[in-house]
């Protein structure tokens, strides 16, 4: 098996070796006259320019352009048909009587995708931990075959949204094969994609469905890096398993909890691909999340026109929320490594 | 003496201890086959469901193999019949074709015997299936909606993004790694910060920027956005830094170029990140959905992905087709996974990114 292995990475490199050397042979004719004029020393900078060029034009400069989207009008793309607005959009968007009542909002849609959003956070992301905990605390214990459970239990991370979001619609229709298997067991056909309730319960189950591998692994991480010698200790005193997990296991394993937090929640704030494409924000806007509103304020509203100005204003609302988020994580994992340190 | 006793009473159930099960031990294996069934469970289904018949694809209850009724050529018909074994008034059995369905009855012919005609209670027949996999969910798509041109345009795109990625992001990790210089640490600062940003708040403005440069509607709209990564620059750092520097000063006492030093020396010494950087670049942009359904509106440039949302859209009906498409979109990953496994999990365990 090594042997093939080894073979199959001997002929890519042999295939993709000579248009590399091609390429790269292309690319010296260009760096060699450069490297002539400014000199060895400055050579870095020039190493560095394709990537912050990228990063400048993609990601900085659209910072920029965002606050000033969201401070202009009209329905133009280009900046000279845009007129200043101030802050009209936001006041749009905070026009509300009570935040908590959806209804009372001037943009509805909006205070749906929040409210949304934020139900969907906080259960998705708690079942998150406690289903990965338990996978990776059962994953790292010997079992037969721990390899191929592993697999199975990341495979899903790496399916595309639209195919997790085609699956699970498949499976939950009216005339799905969960409700004939629920119809077979005596039960009655359940609406789990055109119920408000069960459309957003289905999408919560897929969410995690399709990611809990990804933080499954983190956990297992942490799992593998504490001490063995800490439960063989527990096991010579007698220690029971519930109390070593609980006494040995979870404290240790909290700063790879945290990890898994603050990853999963801005992760799940910006949720919208596979339950865009399950439940389509429906029925009605039952499951639309914030960037679902803002794809389709700025780039599908049917019928009325595209709004950049109103999308850019909630981004930026987005923007701040997740800004928080890191913030946190960073605070975090800074106390983190002082305690590290301080040991 | 009630000393010894317990003394006794501890030795024994320790000895059992360690030979008895746990009642951890059997939740355990009971979740991980729950945990298989519901994992892989629904990609079965789909790999099912994507070769059965449009008629078997619309019966409800399902059935679980991809079985279809078997359908025959009477004579006097037009169409195929579809053929049922029907248990007839006085007790036998006889294979009947279907002519018409009213209401609760059905109006059946002998095919054997044309001249036959029976009118059966419904309940009283059962389908004759036979096993047939329909392998032309899977052909049609390709001749009839484009979908080989999406299938182009998707491999089009994660080549060369994934190409274009490798290059800019060992290019800055080889520059941030090896040289000291000033503003050295600003990079690396603006790199991180960048990590901060994600493209679901910055929608609007590089849709701006790409529709300045005149690539709304073109691949390449799809492509640049997301060729500098961050997670990217990081993890070849990250490996760079371990490299000897003495072969670097070797490779300049012998006159080499910086770029030759960096194509030569660095870059086949770091294949081990930059084949992890290459996995998740394909996956990304493999299974990319947000910003392609901004940038890609036309048919002709289609990503895989985008079309099966459309076509999806379009047809609801056709779910023959549609999950065929699905496992075509699925198979590369899966085929990737297979392979390429223990790489994907220990680079998305060493980096924490996906």
Redesign the interface.
Same mark, same amino acid.
């Given at each position: 098996m090594k042997n093939i292995r080894i073979n199959i990475k001997n002929f890519f490199i042999r295939v993709f070796n000579i248009p590399f050397a091609f390429l790269?042979h292309a690319?010296?004719i260009i760096?060699?006259p450069i490297?002539k004029i400014v000199g060895?020393? !400055?050579?870095?900078?020039i190493?560095?320019l394709?990537?912050?060029f990228?990063?400048g034009?993609?990601?900085?400069?659209?910072?920029?352009? !965002?606050v000033?989207?969201s401070v202009t009008g009209g329905d133009e793309?280009l900046f000279a048909n845009r007129e200043f607005s101030g802050a009209k959009h936001y006041n749009y968007l905070f026009d509300c009587e009570n935040y908590l009542n959806a209804n009372t909002c001037t943009e509805d849609f909006f205070w749906r995708g929040v409210h949304n959003t934020i139900f969907f956070v906080i259960f998705q992301v708690g079942l998150m931990i406690f289903f990965s905990l338990?996978?990776a605390v059962?994953l790292n214990?010997k079992?037969i075959g721990r390899g191929f459970?592993?697999?199975?239990?990341?495979?899903?991370?790496?399916?595309?949204?639209?195919?997790v979001g085609?699956?699970?619609q498949?499976?939950l229709l009216k !005339?799905?094969?969960l409700n004939?298997f629920i119809?077979?067991n005596g039960g009655d056909k359940f609406s789990f994609l055109t119920d408000p309730g069960w459309a957003m319960t289905s999408s919560i189950f897929v969410s995690i469905?399709a990611h809990m591998g990804?933080y499954t692994?983190?956990v297992?991480?942490g799992l593998q890096a504490i001490p063995p010698n800490l439960y063989e200790a527990a096991e010579m005193d007698?220690t029971s398993?519930e109390r070593t997990f609980f006494r040995i296991t979870l404290p240790l394993l909290m700063p790879n909890l945290l990890?898994v937090f603050i990853?999963a929640s801005?992760k799940g704030v910006?949720t919208?691909?596979e339950i865009y494409?399950l439940t389509g924000g429906g029925p009605g806007t039952s499951t639309s999340l914030i960037?679902q509103y803002?794809?389709t304020t700025?780039?599908a509203s049917s019928g009325s026109v595209q709004n950049?100005g109103l999308?850019?204003a909630a981004?930026?609302v987005?923007?701040v929320v997740?800004?928080l988020l890191?913030l946190i994580q960073l605070y975090l994992s800074r106390s983190r490594e002082n305690k590290h340190q301080e040991i | 003496m009630g000393n010894t006793a317990s003394l006794i009473k501890n030795i024994v159930t320790q000895k059992k201890y360690k030979e008895k099960y746990h009642w951890t031990d059997y939740f355990s294996y009971f979740y991980l086959f729950l945990g298989v069934f519901l994992m892989f469970g629904p990609i079965i289904w789909l790999g099912l469901s994507s070769v059965k018949t449009l008629a078997g694809i619309q019966e409800y209850p399902p059935t679980i193999l991809p079985l279809s009724q078997i359908q025959v050529e009477v004579d006097g018909y037009e169409k195929p019949l579809s053929l049922y074994n029907v248990t007839l008034e006085d007790g036998s059995t006889k294979e009947l074709a279907e002519i018409k369905r009213v209401g609760i009855t059905s109006k059946m012919v002998d095919p054997k015997d044309t001249e036959k005609k029976y009118k059966i209670p419904i309940d009283k027949r059962e389908k004759i299936r036979e096993f047939s996999v329909q392998w032309d969910n899977y052909l049609d798509p390709l001749r009839k909606y484009n979908f080989l041109l999406y299938f182009k345009n998707s491999i089009f795109v994660t080549v060369i993004a994934t190409i274009i990625t490798l290059i800019i992001n060992s290019m800055a990790a080889y520059a941030l790694s090896i040289y000291e210089f000033r503003g050295k640490n600003i990079a690396l600062v603006f790199v991180i910060g960048t990590l901060l940003i994600p493209l679901t708040i910055i929608l609007v403005p590089v849709f701006y920027v790409i529709a300045n440069f005149g690539m709304i509607n073109s691949l390449w709209g799809v492509i640049l956005p997301g060729a500098a990564t961050p997670t990217g620059v990081f993890l070849l750092r990250q490996y760079m830094l371990t490299l000897p520097r003495e072969l670097i000063e070797a490779a300049r006492m012998d006159h080499a170029s910086e770029w030759a030093i960096y194509w030569r020396i660095v870059l086949p010494l770091s294949i081990p990140a930059i084949a992890v950087l290459a996995i998740f670049s394909i996956m990304w942009r493999w299974n990319d959905f947000l910003w392609p359904l901004i940038v890609l509106s036309k048919s002709e440039v289609y990503t895989l992905q985008i079309a099966l949302n459309a076509f999806h859209g379009e047809l609801t009906s056709q779910w023959n087709y549609v999950l065929a498409m699905t496992m075509v979109t699925l198979l590369p990953i899966a085929l990737i996974f297979t392979y390429l496994q223990k790489f994907i999990t220990t680079g998305i365990a060493s980096t924490g990114m996906k």
């Open positions: 790269m690319i010296d760096m060699w490297q060895v020393r !400055n050579m870095p900078y190493f560095l394709p990537n912050l990228f990063f034009l993609f990601v900085i400069v659209p910072l920029g352009v !965002n000033a989207f793309l338990l996978t059962i214990k079992i459970f592993r697999s199975v239990f990341f495979f899903p991370v790496l399916l595309s949204p639209v195919v085609l699956i699970w498949w499976i !005339n799905g094969i004939a119809e077979a469905w990804f692994l983190i297992l991480a007698g398993r990890v990853l801005i910006q919208f691909d494409v960037v803002i794809f700025g780039f950049f999308a850019a981004s930026m987005l923007g997740l800004l890191t | -």
